[in-house]
């Protein structure tokens, strides 16, 4: 083969109690192990395996313990069949090649999954379903993987709290009711979170907004990525492979989870129901609060994420993102796109680590994002030196450009990255930021916060500072 493929000596084993002979090809991004018998051949690729664990102990001398692959098979949509299927697959093996065992072999009980259980037998084992998420796939997905991987490892239905959502609102209130209150008890607690991105700044917010004490301990979320953009996902490695982060659920490590903070002016109000209704934001010494864990936007990223989240754009997964730039870029009426007014000044540190403010002297804006991460979908890398989980903010901005331009530069980001080097982008590390938007129509006023639109009042501002306070860990 050529480049960096390898190839393992043919062993001999067995698969579903049958003899086959495996090989195991390894390349850079990907590996196969291939099964072969007498008259058939099969391949398993790397990206679809969760793990490979022990299988029960040999009842006989003579008899050699099994291994089990742990595997998630995906469909793609059809004329027939309008979303992805998933199922999953227990395959039972001996005599697997020792550089795959050593690559995929995971315990048959992971430790974070099997927290202890309360005095009461109730479970510390959360799965949350947010069945709004992306195109609506996470209950198929419990249904037909995330259950039987648990089952696999031994854990069954009375071993773990299954959640669903009902409203916009129903992470948050599990958390503030169930999570919440045992954490701060000091109990151990893992939340198996089929969501996208949303449902991880629910959970952030719902924590970092009410009462910790002394005795509060982290929750763990293994996050199934099951929103439109996974951008938290994307840019740790969850959605590296297949799994939709069910890997690294059984085979990762927790890490804390770093946030920033948005205050907003006060008569700010969160945006609901695709934009029709308004709610109060949690306020603090009279502004708004919002936490994040990803971005916060103002200008075209925070236009296009609003106008494209409606139950009609929603049905186009992550298209959505760039059918709704497109409409912006070239209205429909034949009028020039927007370009945003606003007072933008950044904080950010010296060599020695104070810090100073710098004031963009230009008013108009096109586009403007300050994130933690570095990809905003699988192939959009909007900041290529973000790494996971640094707890770096960094700010990417373009001023008064050309639609064209725009869209220039945000392909260049479509693919891997780039657009930062370009003299019409500004990029840079940051501690915060502040734009006080002067803006009379409030279509251009909207900022979003992780995919929650904030509208601001007339002469209003948005202030972004780093996070003080880690309230979750993430698998990753």
Not at 46 to 54: F, H, K, L
Request: charged fraction near 25%; hydrophobic fraction near 35%.
């Amino acid at each position: 083969m050529e480049g960096s493929s390898v190839t393992t000596l043919p062993v001999t084993g067995t698969a579903r109690g049958s003899g086959v002979t495996f090989s195991y090809q390894k390349e850079k991004d990907d590996g196969t192990l291939i099964l072969k018998w007498e008259g058939g051949e099969e391949s398993i690729h790397d990206r679809e395996v969760v793990g490979v664990i022990n299988g029960p102990q040999p009842r006989g001398k003579n008899e050699v313990r099994s291994q089990l692959i742990l595997r998630v098979v995906t469909s793609q949509p059809s004329p027939e069949v309008a979303k992805v299927r998933f199922s999953f697959e227990l395959l039972p093996v001996t005599g697997l090649p020792l550089d795959y065992l050593s690559a995929y072999q995971i315990p048959r009980h992971p430790v974070h999954l099997y927290v202890p259980t309360n005095p009461d037998g109730s479970p510390n084992l959360h799965v949350i379903i947010s069945v709004r998420s992306g195109v609506g796939e996470a209950q198929q997905y419990y249904d037909n993987v995330l259950s039987e991987a648990l089952a696999a490892v031994d854990l069954n239905r009375e071993n773990y709290d299954v959640h669903v959502t009902k409203s916009e609102k129903s992470i948050r209130e599990i958390v503030e009711s169930i999570i919440l209150p045992r954490a701060n008890d000091g109990i151990d607690q893992t939340i198996l979170l089929l969501s996208g991105d949303g449902g991880i700044v629910d959970t952030v917010n719902a924590l970092l907004l009410s009462s910790r004490n002394e005795s509060y301990v982290k929750p763990t979320i293994g996050l199934i990525c099951m929103g439109t953009g996974n951008a938290m996902a994307n840019s740790t490695g969850l959605n590296r492979d297949a799994t939709r982060g069910l890997r690294s659920i059984f085979k990762g490590f927790p890490h804390s989870l770093p946030t920033f903070k948005a205050n907003f002016s006060p008569g700010s109000v969160s945006l609901t129901d695709e934009g029709r209704k308004t709610e109060p934001l949690p306020s603090e010494s009279g502004c708004g609060i919002v936490h994040g864990v990803v971005v916060c936007s103002w200008a075209l990223h925070a236009s296009l994420v609003a106008d494209s989240d409606t139950t009609e754009y929603r049905q186009f997964g992550a298209q959505r993102f760039q059918m709704a730039a497109k409409q912006l870029m070239a209205p429909d009426d034949g009028s020039e796109p927007h370009v945003y007014n606003g007072k933008i000044t950044l904080y950010k540190s010296d060599d020695k680590g104070r810090e100073y403010t710098e004031q963009i002297s230009e008013t108009k804006t096109s586009y403007i994002v300050t994130t933690l991460v570095s990809n905003f979908e699988e192939k959009l890398c909007i900041s290529p030196h973000s790494k996971p989980l640094d707890g770096q903010l960094r700010v990417l901005r373009f001023g008064d450009i050309s639609a064209a331009d725009v869209m220039r530069l945000l392909g260049m980001a479509l693919q891997g990255g780039g657009h930062e080097k370009d003299e019409m982008v500004q990029y840079a590390p940051i501690n915060g930021l502040r734009i006080q938007i002067d803006e009379a129509d409030s279509r251009w006023r909207r900022v979003c916060v992780d995919g929650k639109i904030v509208r601001v009042e007339e002469g209003g501002w948005v202030e972004v500072r780093k996070g003080t306070e880690e309230v979750v860990n993430l698998m990753a």
